[in-house]
Every structure is written in structure tokens, then in C-alpha cells.
């Protein structure tokens, strides 16, 4: 059974960073691509970022590019997300995706930006 | 960035009744390789979004065939012959033709 886990969420203040992980299990992690994608309270789907199976090609939505850093380690089955230079409008539920097919999506991490 | 307007963005439907929500996007979803990279997702209420459509009208593993998807270019339609009771929540279509992948605003479905 395919699983993705994400954590690593919590209340972090305005400028401050956070990294958040996506364990995934169930299928060959290193033969796909990975999404973020987060969903602020209340609101619609907004994609993040994308990293492919080794980590060659990566694109991110121009309201992160700069902050945030999409990463994968392969051989413990894990995407990451290093956000910095954090701000209230990145206030959301992250959650992963399975590649371009996004068959696949985590339960979702809240991650909340405040004083 | 492509935009994707769908409508209506909420739908009062019974049970058993037929329903389509329309996808329409700012430029042609035709990608050079031939495939038109157009998903339907359905996102229950506390729950994250599945997949019902990839590709214009592949149904997703698992996904009932009462769910239907088709379209071409700019304008697509995701169909629901029959409602059922599990079908109420958020639709979104989503386009990955075009970096950066874009999101429709959802079309809440209701059941009366």
C-alpha cells in the first residue's frame, strides 16, 4: 500500500525557517518525481514545488522561489521542504504528491506563520 | 501563469441526479508531446485531494465510472451520472501543461 507522511509542521514566527519531511513507503521511491503542494485555511489548491526521481530537474511557484528548497533523499525514502524567511501568507496545510500522475497524496502538514 | 475558471463554484444536486462542472482554461492545455495534462481531483470534507481524471478522461484506479471527464484544448467537463452521497465536497480541475501548475478555484458540490 502506498503511503506519504508528511511532518514537521508547527507555529513558527515571521522570518523564522522550518523544514518539513514526507516519508513515503509502499512503492519505489527513487523511480518518481515528488510534489508540494499546500492549501492556505479555507482556500484552494496551490502547487509548490516539484523535484524529479534524481533530483536533476526542480521548479518551484514564484512565490517561493528564493525561500523555499525542495529536496529528496533516496535511500531513506524522504522528500523534504526547507522553508526560510517564512511570512503569514505561507500559512497553509502542505501536503506531498506522487509525480506528474499525483495519484498519490500525503494526509498534509499544518504549518502555521505568527507572532 | 495559466488561469483555469471553473463554474458554477457551488452545485445543489439530489441523489441519483446527473451533474457537469466546467473547466476552462486561459490557453490551449495541448501539450507538444500530444497529451493534454488536465486532472480532476475531488477533495472530501477533512480529507486531501484524490485523484478522479488524469489526461482529459482516464479514470483514476479505483475512481467509480459514474465519474466521466472530457474535453479538448481550452474547455473541459468533468461529469457525475448519479450522485451519491460520498460524492459531496470540493472539485478541482488542475492543468501541469504549463509551468507553474495551476489550480481551478473548486466547484463545492452539495447534496440537497
Known amino acids: 500500500e502506498v503511503q506519504l507522511v508528511e511532518s514537521g509542521g508547527g507555529l513558527v514566527q515571521p522570518g523564522r525557517s522550518l523544514k518539513l519531511s514526507c516519508v513515503a513507503s509502499?512503492?519505489?521511491?527513487?523511480?518518481?518525481?515528488m510534489n508540494w503542494i499546500r492549501q492556505a485555511p479555507g482556500k484552494g489548491l496551490e502547487w509548490v514545488a516539484y523535484?524529479?526521481?534524481?533530483?536533476?530537474?526542480?521548479y518551484y511557484a514564484e512565490t517561493v522561489k528564493g525561500r523555499f528548497t525542495i529536496s529528496r533523499d533516496n535511500a531513506k525514502n524522504t522528500l523534504y521542504l526547507q522553508m526560510t524567511s517564512l511570512r503569514s501568507e505561507d500559512t497553509a496545510l502542505y501536503y506531498c504528491?506522487?509525480?506528474?500522475?499525483?495519484?498519490?497524496w500525503g494526509q498534509g502538514v499544518m504549518v502555521t506563520v505568527s507572532s | 501563469d495559466v488561469v483555469l475558471t471553473q463554474t458554477p463554484s457551488i452545485l445543489s444536486a439530489t441523489i441519483g441526479q446527473s451533474v457537469s462542472i466546467s473547466c476552462r482554461s486561459s490557453?490551449?492545455?495541448?501539450?507538444?508531446?500530444?497529451?493534454?495534462?488536465l486532472y480532476w481531483f475531488l477533495q472530501r470534507p477533512g480529507q486531501s485531494p484524490q485523484r478522479l481524471i488524469y489526461?482529459?478522461?482516464n479514470l483514476g484506479s479505483g475512481v467509480p465510472n459514474r465519474f466521466s471527464g472530457s474535453g479538448s484544448g481550452t474547455d473541459f467537463t468533468l461529469k457525475i451520472s448519479g450522485v451519491e452521497a460520498e460524492d459531496l465536497g470540493v472539485y478541482y480541475c488542475?492543468?501541469?501543461?504549463?509551468?507553474?501548475?495551476?489550480f481551478g478555484s473548486g466547484t463545492k458540490l452539495e447534496i440537497k
Open positions: 523535484i524529479s526521481s534524481g533530483s536533476s530537474y526542480i
Open positions: 488542475m492543468q501541469a501543461t504549463h509551468a507553474p501548475l495551476t
Open positions: 490557453q490551449s492545455l495541448l501539450d507538444s508531446d500530444g497529451n493534454t495534462y
Open positions: 489526461l482529459v478522461s
Open positions: 504528491a506522487r509525480d506528474w500522475s499525483f495519484d498519490y
Open positions: 509502499g512503492f519505489t521511491f527513487s523511480n518518481y518525481g
